[in-house]
């Protein structure tokens, strides 16, 4: 169930939109406490993440904002309008990311190596963001607004990253190119301008085929202020956190510590040797930039579902959505591990940043949604 | 349901918080990105890198 059918739901149930004050203060004062924290290490742009997560959650959930929902749509009847939204996000998000990351000390763009590892790990990511109803953004996003559904794909989502982790370094050793970044070989403008170039040749092809197929590609209005304030503050987290924003590693850091405590040894795998992962399993999550978006993210859309109505009151789906949620979950972690992340990291990252592999990942996430819609019905879930 | 939303959100906070406490914590966040050789947002190498 998405977001946008638990908040129909509840407000069918509840005509009066009174604030649930347990969980607004709970998400509030959480917030809070995580700030003060990392503040009093004295890492204001650790706080700053916190907080423009929170903000995205709110973002998120207030514009109902889905790119799983926006594909489906797509692909099923030519329906662009989500689409749409989401690349004019990336546009407004390039704009900044591509110069500040090819030109000034301290900032990088999303980059991933090119090869079977992106192509499989992507294309099963899109099979399970269809089954679960949700991708990376949109996991928690909705688990933190009170789908209860989506926290059993969130938890999947984690123990699938972990297995992925596992399996990374074999795919990677598979081959494939380095890296290909827009700035490399036109400059720092030069760059941008090819990247918003791609970014309108796709949308002028999702326009041309939801015409040929009579349908409307124009993104709601709420869609088009979702899009505009996703953007911006994708924007704040690349200047905050030095590279663009990515959700899915902050799931590995947390199943990985998981994993750890429960006398699991991951030390001795490869991907747990990289220097990044390495630091991650040993120190704080709070030091983790993707784990900071991530709790504030969660926080945020806690807080915007508590604000306007009954948190979380609504029953708990079929088990066969249930399943799907959890099949979802952890094909979704296997894939973002693979794939190099989701919608956020792989695909608004690494396009935002002029990097190849953003354009090659969505092409295989899409594939990928194609055979996951075809799925959804045998677990009950509509193919609209 | 929300039953189980007061139990994740307790436990996960409280986790969040103790991993803090417990955890060294060396300066400014940061990305696998921020290390030297990383070629992806998880870490991972370069394919140059690895012949």
Redesign the interface.
């Not at chain 1, 999303?110 to 190596?113: D, G, K, N, V, W």
């Not at chain 2, 060294?24 to 140059?48: K, L």
């Given at each position: 169930m998405s977001v946008a059918t638990t908040t129909q739901t509840a407000a069918t149930a509840a005509p009066a939109r009174t604030a649930d004050w347990p969980?607004l203060c709970?998400a509030v004062i959480?917030t809070a406490?995580?700030a003060a924290?990392?503040l009093l290490?004295g890492?204001p742009?650790?706080a700053g993440?916190i907080l423009l997560g929170f903000a995205l959650g709110v973002a998120f959930l207030k514009a109902e904002f889905s790119f799983t929902a926006s594909w489906r749509r797509f692909l099923v009847s030519g329906e662009a309008g989500g689409l749409i939204g989401v690349l004019l996000l990336i546009a407004i998000a390039s704009i900044v990311i591509v110069p500040v990351a090819a030109s000034v000390r301290g900032f990088?763009g999303?980059?991933?190596?090119i090869?079977p590892s992106l192509l499989i790990g992507a294309f099963v990511f899109g099979i399970g963001m269809q089954l679960a109803n949700g991708c990376g953004s949109g996991t928690l996003y909705t688990a933190g607004g009170?789908s209860?559904r989506m926290?059993i794909a969130l938890a999947c989502f984690i123990v699938g990253t972990v297995i992925g982790?596992l399996h990374?370094p074999a795919f990677?050793?598979l081959?494939?190119?380095?890296?290909i970044l827009a700035a490399d070989y036109f400059g720092v403008w030069g760059g941008l301008a090819v990247t918003l170039a791609s970014i309108a040749l796709v949308g002028a092809a999702v326009i041309a085929v939801a015409r040929r197929r009579d349908a409307n590609f124009l993104p709601r209005r709420s869609i088009l202020i979702g899009a505009v304030a996703i953007g911006v503050l994708t924007i704040g987290v690349f200047l905050a956190?030095?590279?663009p924003w990515?959700v899915t590693?902050g799931f590995?850091v947390w199943g990985g510590?998981l994993a750890s405590l429960a006398g699991i040894d991951l030390a001795s795998h490869e991907?747990w040797q990289?220097?990044?992962?390495k630091?991650?399993l040993?120190?704080?999550?709070?030091?983790?930039?993707?784990?900071?978006t991530d709790?504030g993210m969660i926080l945020g859309a806690?807080a915007a579902a508590a604000a306007s109505r009954p948190?979380?009151?609504?029953?708990?789906p079929p088990a066969r959505s249930l399943a799907a949620a959890a099949i979802g979950g952890l094909l979704m972690g296997w894939g973002a591990?693979l794939g190099?992340?989701c919608n956020i990291?792989?695909f608004v990252?690494g396009v935002a940043s002029g990097s190849l592999h953003g354009w090659i990942w969505f092409a295989a996430a899409l594939a990928g949604c194609m055979l996951g819609i075809r799925l959804r019905p045998w677990f009950g879930l509509s193919r609209e | 349901?929300?039953v189980?939303?007061v139990i994740?959100?307790i436990v996960g906070?409280g986790a969040?918080?103790a991993?803090?406490l417990a955890?060294?914590?060396?300066?400014?966040?940061?990305?696998?990105?921020?290390?030297?050789?990383?070629?992806?947002?998880?870490?991972?190498?370069?394919?140059?890198a690895?012949k």
């Open positions: 969980f709970g959480a406490l995580l924290l990392v290490d890492q742009y650790s993440l990088g999303a980059i991933a190596p090869g009170g209860g926290l982790s990374l990677l050793a081959g494939g190119i380095d890296p956190g030095g590279h990515s590693f590995t510590k991907f990289w220097p990044g992962p630091r991650a040993t120190e704080s999550v709070l030091t983790d930039t993707s784990s900071l709790l806690m948190f979380a009151r609504t029953s708990w591990r190099f992340g990291g792989a990252g | 349901m929300r189980v939303y994740v959100f906070i969040a918080i991993d803090h955890s060294p914590s060396s300066g400014r966040a940061v990305s696998p990105e921020d290390f030297a050789g990383a070629c992806a947002p998880c870490g991972a190498p370069c394919p140059s690895k």
